[in-house]
Each structure stands twice: as C-alpha cells, then as structure tokens.
C-alpha cells in the first residue's frame, strides 16, 4: 500500500483530483472531457515501465540502509493494481453521469450537464462550467457548444420525413435530447420502422456522430439473447440494433427479457470474454431499426409498451441526396441545439412523445407479442366483481385462437399466459346451484355481448 501510496500523484491533477479509478471491475481514465474505459493491460504495461528502474531502501547493518532495485514482476504488480484498486475505487452503485465532489453534486440534481469540447454544458441556463474529473461521464460531444449554431438541412429533412406527424420529429428531438443527458429514467426503447431508404439509417448517423462513435455499440438483435451479447454495451450510452429481425417462431424470450432488464434500469450481470463479470445497470440507450415490426413472444404484453415508435411512410429509394450526410455533419452544433430544446421539452412534460400515428402499429405489436392480450381486449372484461367459469372462458379462447390463426395451446399455459396479462385474476371454486365446485377465474369475465358456452 505504502508503494501504491507514493505513485498516487501521478494519477492526479495539479489539484489532487485523480484521473484513473477503480469502477465496475475495470479501470477508468479522464482523458480531459469525460471517463473511458482504460485496458488493463495498458495500465500494467505503464507500472512495468514507470518503475522499470525503481529503487527502494532497505535497512542493513549499524541502522545503515541501502538501495536496491523494485525489480517489477507479475506478482509486484498485480499487488500494487490490488491496491491502486482500493484507493481509487468508485462505489459500484454508482451511476454516470454523477459529480463525485460535493461541491458538483447540486449541479446535477438542479439541471443535466451535456459535456462539449469546450466546456460542461448546464442545461437549466446553457452556462458552460470548466471540466473537471469530478464529474464522472461516460459521455462528451466531439465538438464545441456554440449557442448561436442553426441546422436548417437537418430540420427541413425530418419535415420531409413527417410533414403532416409533428409529433414524430418531437419525439425525435426529444429522444436525441434524452440520450445526450445520460438518463435512462424514461425506460423507453425508439423502434423506427419502415422501408429501405426511409430515413431511418440518416437518423441513426447523425446520432451517431452527435455522441461520438467510440459511445456507440451495434449489436444484433439475436445477439442480445447469447452468452457474451451485452458485453459491448458495457460503458456504451448508446445501441442502435440495425435492420432488426426475429423470428416469432423462435425462442426469443432471452432477447426479449434482456431488452425489458435494460430499459428498465435493473442491475445485470454481464459476461466478458476472460474478464471478470461487470455487474450494474447498463446506461445503454437501445435505438432499433426495422422495415417490419419486429415478432416478440411476449405473454404478458409489457415490452410493447417499453417502445416509442415511429412509422416512415416514404421511401427515397433511387433519389437519395448522396450528399445528404456531409452537409449533416456541418451542422452538428447546429443538431446539439435542437437536441437540447428536446430534452428541455421533456424535463418539462415528463415523458418522451408518442405520436398518435403510431399507436395502431403499437397494439398490433402487443398483439403479436401476446395474443392472450389481444383476447383479453376484445373478448373480456376486468375487474374486482368479474368472474367466469374457467371452462368457458377456455372454450372461447379456443374458438378466438383458431379464428386468428394463433395456436390455443394447454389449459395450464392459457391460465399462465391470463395471469401475466392480468395480475388481478385468481381462480377459485364456489359451489353451483347444485352444490358442485367449479373452477372459477375472478377478477375476468366475457363480454356479454359475446354468445359463449361452456365445454361440454
């Protein structure tokens, strides 16, 4: 600890504030505008050569002491790492984008801080504050704040995009705004779907650039649900899943509770080729691309309505502006102030807006997810009083099921599926008029408008 001790200035700034920590089994390092994940073998590679030719004094004879050589090896290092750990390590609770000095940590309750080239950007009155390692971000736009910066090609391609949908481009903005701040409160995912040439890959570019390519994964949507699928999305603000597929008839059910475990802001467990496992809660937005409505088994519905979607309508195919793109990226800055009014915009209402156009594709998602669901909407209804004999209501799901080409399944997993949709229901067994018990579903009953009849 003593030789950790003495080394400990070279991890720090002229006004003792360190610049590499110990975080979710990895090492951290501010490079001046944010904190990246630093290998370690480059950490051991620069111990090795800063005491390369350390010496140390030992005591010898007559209270006389000599030198001699540190002579680092494996084992020297990885003690002095062990201890370099202790003293620089973070809490693993903790979340970036945070301020590690009491003095920053109103800041961040008061307004979200968006870090530039030139400075952290306070979003509550756009003041630029100094950087600094006591904010401990993930996250740092690749270019300067400039407040007077317009991005007129860019507003004018999302009208195009969606000239009758202002909600769509609202929703966009606010998005963009959302993933520049590092919050993850919103538990959303944005699916755009629509044909090829759309719109949708120029949208993911520019949010691309907006945050920087190194804060960006890409994973595949299949590949979520594999053993080592997450570990891209380690430390990374932002995935955008492209040309997304899955196969209904699948078993998807790992990639589907891996998209509602991220969205929903709970600790994971993350599995890393020969590295220790990273466990916390991943700040990945996910941002999913498709020209069809992805197919998620689902029996309870829930991930339907973890997604803001939006509908492209029009595709540019055979007319695109090859162009296009380089004149966005001129207008990053120009982006960044849009983005900002965005997120302002949803600091104000609360929630990410979800068009109105998109709600129909919203349900048929849900339904195609769980067709339980979409039984329990048309055929039920819900509440304390309702009841109905188990034997009736499977009846009628069988007869809906095979009405809409869905498979009906076992009495046991239609009760499983019922129960995930609503979690109000319990099954019970009163005694009918003749003193036999029934096997009875409360908290559900058919419409009664619907003719049914009990299994024979």
């Given at each position: 600890?003593?030789?950790?001790?003495?080394?400990?200035?070279?991890?720090?700034?002229?006004?003792?504030?360190?610049?590499?920590?110990?975080?979710?089994?990895?090492?951290?390092?501010?490079?001046?505008?944010?904190?990246?994940?630093?290998?370690?073998?480059?950490?051991?590679?620069?111990?090795?050569?800063?005491?390369?030719?350390?010496?140390?004094?030992?005591?010898?004879?007559?209270?006389?002491?000599?030198?001699?050589?540190?002579?680092?090896?494996?084992?020297?290092?990885?003690?002095?790492?062990?201890?370099?750990?202790?003293?620089?390590?973070?809490?693993?609770?903790?979340?970036?984008?945070?301020?590690l000095d009491n003095q920053g940590a109103g800041e961040q309750e008061e307004s979200p801080i968006v870090a530039c080239?030139?400075?952290?950007?306070?979003?509550?009155?756009?003041?630029?504050?100094?950087?600094?390692?006591?904010?401990?971000?993930?996250?740092?736009?690749?270019?300067?704040?400039?407040?007077?910066?317009?991005?007129?090609?860019?507003?004018?391609?999302?009208?195009?995009?969606?000239?009758?949908?202002?909600?769509?481009?609202?929703?966009?903005?606010?998005?963009?705004?959302?993933?520049?701040?590092?919050?993850?409160?919103?538990?959303?995912?944005?699916?755009?779907?629509?044909?090829?040439?759309?719109?949708?890959?120029?949208?993911?570019?520019?949010?691309?650039?907006?945050?920087?390519?190194?804060?960006?994964?890409?994973?595949?949507?299949?590949?979520?649900?594999?053993?080592?699928?997450?570990?891209?999305?380690?430390?990374?603000?932002?995935?955008?899943?492209?040309?997304?597929?899955?196969?209904?008839?699948?078993?998807?059910?790992?990639?589907?509770?891996?998209?509602?475990?991220?969205?929903?802001?709970?600790?994971?467990?993350?599995?890393?080729?020969?590295?220790?496992?990273?466990?916390?809660?991943?700040?990945?937005?996910?941002?999913?691309?498709?020209?069809?409505?992805?197919?998620?088994?689902?029996?309870?519905?829930?991930?339907?309505?973890?997604?803001?979607?939006?509908?492209?309508?029009?595709?540019?195919?055979?007319?695109?502006?090859?162009?296009?793109?380089?004149?966005?990226?001129?207008?990053?800055?120009?982006?960044?102030?849009?983005?900002?009014?965005?997120?302002?915009?949803?600091?104000?209402?609360?929630?990410?807006?979800?068009?109105?156009?998109?709600?129909?594709?919203?349900?048929?998602?849900?339904?195609?997810?769980?067709?339980?669901?979409?039984?329990?909407?048309?055929?039920?209804?819900?509440?304390?009083?309702?009841?109905?004999?188990?034997?009736?209501?499977?009846?009628?799901?069988?007869?809906?099921?095979?009405?809409?080409?869905?498979?009906?399944?076992?009495?046991?997993?239609?009760?499983?599926?019922?129960?995930?949709?609503?979690?109000?229901?319990?099954?019970?067994?009163?005694?009918?008029?003749?003193?036999?018990?029934?096997?009875?579903?409360?908290?559900?009953?058919?419409?009664?408008?619907?003719?049914?009849?009990?299994?024979?």
């Open positions: 600890m003593a030789v950790a001790r003495r080394l400990l200035p070279d991890w720090e700034t002229e006004d003792e504030q360190l610049i590499y920590r110990r975080w979710r089994a990895s090492w951290m390092r501010w490079n001046g505008t944010c904190w990246r994940e630093f290998d370690e073998a480059q950490v051991r590679a620069a111990m090795y050569e800063r005491l390369e030719h350390a010496l140390y004094r030992v005591p010898v004879k007559d209270g006389q002491t000599e030198e001699r050589d540190w002579a680092p090896t494996k084992q020297k290092i990885s003690n002095l790492l062990d201890a370099l750990g202790s003293i620089t390590l973070l809490p693993t609770d903790l979340d970036a984008p945070a301020w080239e030139n400075g952290l950007l306070r979003i509550r009155d756009r003041a630029l504050l100094p950087h600094s390692p006591g904010f401990f971000n993930l996250v740092s736009v690749p270019f300067t704040y400039d407040p007077t910066a317009a991005a007129p090609t860019w507003e004018r391609f999302l009208a195009q995009l969606w000239p009758d949908d202002p909600d769509a481009v609202h929703a966009v903005q606010e998005w963009f705004g959302y993933v520049l701040s590092g919050r993850t409160d919103q538990q959303k995912i944005l699916l755009m779907v629509g044909p090829t040439r759309s719109g949708k890959g120029t949208i993911a570019r520019v949010l691309k650039e907006l945050v920087g390519k190194e804060n960006l994964a890409g994973p595949t949507l299949a590949g979520l649900g594999t053993n080592f699928g997450l570990s891209t999305l380690v430390g990374k603000p932002l995935a955008v899943i492209s040309d997304a597929r899955l196969d209904g008839n699948s078993n998807n059910s790992q990639v589907v509770e891996r998209l509602l475990t991220i969205s929903g802001e709970d600790t994971i467990d993350v599995d890393r080729k020969y590295r220790a496992v990273w466990t916390g809660k991943l700040p990945t937005r996910l941002m999913i691309l498709s020209n069809e409505l992805p197919h998620f088994g689902d029996s309870s519905g829930v991930i339907a309505k973890r997604f803001v979607l939006l509908n492209m309508t029009v595709s540019w195919l055979g007319k695109e502006d090859p162009t296009l793109m380089d004149k966005l990226t001129t207008e990053m800055p120009g982006i960044l102030n849009w983005a900002l009014e965005g997120l302002a915009r949803l600091q104000q209402t609360g929630r990410i807006t979800e068009p109105k156009s998109s709600r129909e594709a919203v349900t048929t998602m849900q339904d195609t997810a769980s067709p339980t669901s979409a039984f329990v909407r048309e055929r039920c209804a819900t509440g304390p009083t309702c009841s109905v004999p188990v034997d009736a209501l499977w009846t009628v799901w069988r007869e809906w099921a095979e009405d809409n080409g869905v498979r009906a399944g076992t009495k046991q997993v239609f009760g499983r599926n019922l129960l995930s949709v609503v979690p109000q229901l319990n099954r019970t067994r009163p005694r009918d008029a003749y003193g036999q018990q029934v096997a009875t579903y409360s908290g559900i009953t058919l419409n009664q408008r619907e003719p049914h009849s009990p299994e024979s």
